[in-house]
T-cell receptor, first 114, second 110 residues
């Protein structure tokens, strides 16, 4: 298994600003992912955070809006840029440790944009 | 994109009863995972079943998978108040990316 922490756990931000969310894992992992969960909805994959190269984004998500860093095998950041109220969501990171494809999730960051 | 559909959307049961929820998906899969989410917090991994498996147990949980019908079910036996949560199925193929169902909200009444 993996122990994953996220910072901040929640934030309230003004529209037009940006927020960077951090994800820290207690062991080295190859695969890290970022998901968004809009209010009352299920989870949608934003991107795969690749170590040493640019993130791979899913349809509907772009790097200018959600820049991602992955400087090493235990850490990643997701920035939500130029925020609008529609960005109010829970943002979760997940990792695949290679233990039979099980993915583990962080506790999430609850973002409210006013 | 969301490939899973779950039913029911919501389920209310008495403590001690069993809870069953279903998940259907559209494409081929390598495995299917079930997660629990309490009050909009992080997801807790419950169980993973591979495409070549038909049934799996873990404690009070029983998961079945029917690849011919592209469906899975999660059974929670002898439910407790602490089982009150949202439950999601998630499928993946070869790329480790998870595609989530819409989720079932379970309320266990004392």
């Amino acid at each position: 298994s993996a122990v994953i922490s996220q910072k901040p756990s929640r934030d309230i931000c003004q529209r037009g600003t940006s927020l960077t969310i951090q994800c820290q894992v207690d062991s080295q992992v190859t695969m890290m992912f970022w998901y968004r969960q809009q209010p009352g909805q299920s989870l949608t994959l934003i991107a795969t955070a690749n170590q040493g190269s640019e993130a791979t984004y899913e349809s509907g998500f772009v790097i200018d809006k959600f820049p991602i860093s992955r400087p090493n095998l235990t850490f990643s950041t997701l920035t939500v840029s130029n925020m609008s109220p529609e960005d109010s969501s829970i943002y979760l990171c997940s990792v695949d440790t290679g233990e039979g494809d099980t993915q583990y999730f962080g506790p999430g960051t609850r973002l409210t944009v006013l | 994109s969301q490939q899973g559909e779950e039913d029911p959307q919501a389920l209310s049961i008495q403590e001690g009863e069993n809870a069953t929820m279903n998940c259907s998906y559209k494409t081929s899969i390598n495995n299917l995972q079930w997660y629990r989410q309490n009050s909009g917090r992080g997801l807790v991994h419950l169980i993973l079943i591979r495409s070549n498996e038909r049934e799996k147990h873990s404690g009070r949980l029983r998961v079945t998978l029917d690849t011919s019908k592209k469906s899975s079910s999660l059974l929670i036996t002898a439910s407790r108040a602490a089982d009150t949560a949202s439950y999601f199925c998630a499928t993946s193929l070869n790329d480790y990316k998870l595609s989530f169902g819409a989720g079932t909200t379970v309320t266990v009444r004392a």
